[in-house]
């Protein structure tokens, strides 16, 4: 049953498309040298398309300096892509210098054609581009000069939200609290669940992975260093910043670049307020602020993962975690990630917002900037926690 | 007596709690200008909506070309749509394509032209709105707004459209601009003969183009007919409207022509 009347629908599908369209046909044939193009029936664009296939192998076989009649006269309809459709092949025919003439047009169709005719001149370039090919070493170059551009814009970006910061500390008042405010309980506050949640299975990973190996050697006690220091100066601090750039950074991108192409920011600076003063100082002061605290955080919840497990699988108790803690963990391990979390901020928001203002008006390029603002932010948080490992070891921290 | 290509009988739109339309009727003739006037906020774009479907009202009947497009199949609907080219208020040119593509896409999405016509077509449209060669391989973002006013109108008229659906297509150029497009949409509408729907509050074009229009006030339809039936009703929208001292104007300079 069911068949049958998919059946049903697809004939009449197929027969609704075959109905009421005259098929145009166009015949060319060779009268004492002269060709004679002769059209009948309905030039639509619905009806065209077999008649230009035929023209295009018709006129290919007609002779350079031939005589042309083109003959219109049983043509019941026309349309602008029927006319467009003749006129082409007119221009075409010229081209191989033939004499072309156009007979039996109703007055209607020859003003038609006087319309379209001053309208359609060859030239060479084809408007419609076919799929583009790359040029690999152009596009290398390119990439490579884009690059650059991109690494002096971002230092100039950066050289003028200090200039602003500057600003901000001459003249207090300036200073947008509330919507340093907004911006924290947006991208500190309510990354909170988020953060928590990854921050405690990173725990969890880390203790079930150390309790294999510890348990190997009987010292299960020392999972509570490989817990405490990896998870506060490393694990949490590096989590966070992955988190809020993947969170924040990109909606810093898009919030930016909507503002840009809806002509906010021009609007902003018309009225002389700066930019970076209303929109990137905000941003990058909120995410300073609420980073670190979002670490601490991540600290409290990594441990307790950690401890969780180790009850599990160690059968170590949460006091017996307390009190080692205390003596494995040092101090200076747990600052080391608060302050990395200074400048994992400050890269975030920095390169969120840079993003943001390189968006062009158009909307595509706010799905690519924030995409690269994503990839930008992630890296440089892991390059300079690269750094610090480097520097801090060197110090002997 | 001409045929009606759009035909909207007792049609009431409401957002939420409020209405917009309360029972409007009104219809288009074949191969006319038709004009759809009213002050901000009195429904007359969401009524254009309505006759391309892309909004439905609470209640009533569209007619568009003797299809009832509130109870058409899917099938019915996507032919349908090949018949009407829109310009929409603020061009909606798709900004990741060159021009020469924005205009080019129905043809080749919808038709198994070769490659050479698709372009002659694209061009010509180009050259008839009077639009330079070199915009043809422009992006969206780098047109001025009149130019993506024409862009705008050479898409819609790509697929030979018996009704063209324009919003507002003067808002946003100069008067030099506006009536050089006013003389264009004419001008095409007397060789392409096809039949033109505007949603306007530009005086000029209400006064030189414009063959029938309907004046919304009230969620109703508060006069329809050709200008000077119009100008004859008595309701307070339509005398603000044509009376207000810019009104004045252009209906003294009317007269004196």
């Known amino acids: 049953m069911l068949s049958y009347s998919i059946f049903n629908v697809f004939f009449w599908h197929v027969n609704k498309m075959r109905k009421k369209v005259i098929k145009p046909i166009v015949t060319i044939e060779q009268k004492e040298g002269v060709f004679v193009i002769q059209c009948k029936g309905d030039w639509n664009l619905k009806t065209i398309s077999d008649a230009a296939s035929v023209l295009k192998k018709g006129t290919q076989a007609i002779d350079n300096k031939s005589k042309v009649t083109w003959d219109v006269s049983l043509v019941k309809k026309f349309d602008s892509a029927g006319i467009i459709l003749i006129l082409h092949y007119v221009t075409l025919l010229k081209e191989k210098s033939c004499d072309v003439k156009i007979t ?156 840009k192409i809806t002509e906010e920011i021009d609007a902003m600076k018309s009225m002389s307020f700066n930019p970076f003063r209303f929109l990137v100082l905000p941003r990058m002061i909120a995410l300073m602020i609420s980073m670190p605290l979002m670490i601490f955080f991540a600290d409290i919840i990594g441990i307790f993962g950690g401890m969780f497990i180790s009850e599990i699988q160690l059968n170590l108790s949460y006091t017996e975690f307390a009190n080692r803690l205390q003596d494995a963990l040092e101090v200076k391990h747990f600052w080391i990630g608060i302050i990395k979390g200074f400048f994992f901020a400050w890269l975030i928001a920095a390169v969120g917002c840079f993003r943001g203002f390189q968006v062009s008006y158009n909307t595509e390029s706010i799905g690519r900037y924030t995409t690269i603002s994503v990839v930008n932010a992630i890296f440089l948080v892991i390059a300079c926690d690269a750094l610090f490992s480097v520097v801090l070891t060197e110090l002997g921290i | ?187 095409l509408r007397d060789v392409l003969g096809f039949t033109v729907v505007m949603v306007t509050h530009d005086l000029d074009s209400i006064w030189s183009i414009v063959d029938r229009l309907c004046v919304l006030g009230d969620h109703k339809v508060i006069a329809e007919g050709s200008l000077n039936e119009v100008m004859k009703s008595s309701h307070p929208v339509v005398v603000r409207f044509f009376k207000g001292t810019r009104g004045l104007v252009r209906s003294r300079a009317y007269d004196g022509e």
């Open chain 1, 104 to 259: 039996g047009a109703s007055s209607e169709l020859e003003k038609m054609l006087q319309m379209f005719e001053s309208n359609t001149e060859k030239t060479d370039v084809l408007i419609t581009r076919g799929p583009m090919i790359h040029n690999g070493l152009g596009e290398i170059g390119k990439k490579t000069v884009s690059w650059l551009r991109d690494i002096v814009e971002f230092i100039a970006f950066l050289g003028e939200s200090f200039v602003s910061l500057v600003y901000y500390i001459v003249h207090p008042s300036s200073i947008r609290f509330n919507a340093i405010i907004k911006n924290i309980e947006e991208a500190g506050l309510r990354a909170l669940p988020i953060v928590a949640l990854t921050s405690f299975l990173i725990g969890v990973v880390v203790a079930y992975q150390g309790a294999v190996q510890l348990e190997k050697f009987g010292a299960n006690i020392f999972i509570v260093d490989l817990i405490g220091v990896s998870i506060t100066r490393e694990l949490a601090p590096l989590i966070t910043a992955i988190v809020v750039a993947g969170r924040s950074g990109s909606s810093y991108t898009a919030q930016i670049g909507v503002m």
């Open chain 2, 1 to 187: 007596m001409k045929n009606i290509v759009v035909d909207m009988k007792n049609i009431v739109t409401r957002f939420g709690e409020n209405l917009v339309h309360d029972h409007v009727n009104l219809s288009i003739y074949e191969g006319e200008i038709y004009g759809l006037l009213g002050g901000s906020g009195s429904g007359k774009s969401t009524l254009l909506k309505e006759m391309i479907m892309l909004l439905q009202p609470q209640s009533g009947s569209i007619n568009v070309l003797g299809k009832d497009i509130l109870k058409i199949n899917t099938i019915e609907a996507e032919e349908l749509k090949k018949n009407w080219g829109v310009l929409f208020q603020s061009g909606a040119l798709f900004s990741s394509l060159t021009v020469a593509e924005n205009i080019g896409i129905t043809l080749k999405e919808y038709t198994d032209f070769p490659r050479e016509l698709i372009d002659a077509i694209v061009r010509s449209k180009i050259n008839i709105v009077g639009l330079p060669e070199y915009a043809a391989r422009l992006y969206p973002s780098e047109l001025s707004g009149g130019m993506v006013k024409r862009v705008s109108l050479a898409r819609a008229l790509a697929m030979d459209p018996k009704i063209l659906f324009l919003d507002e297509p003067t808002s946003g150029l100069d008067p030099v601009g506006a009536e050089e497009f006013d003389k264009l949409i004419l001008g």
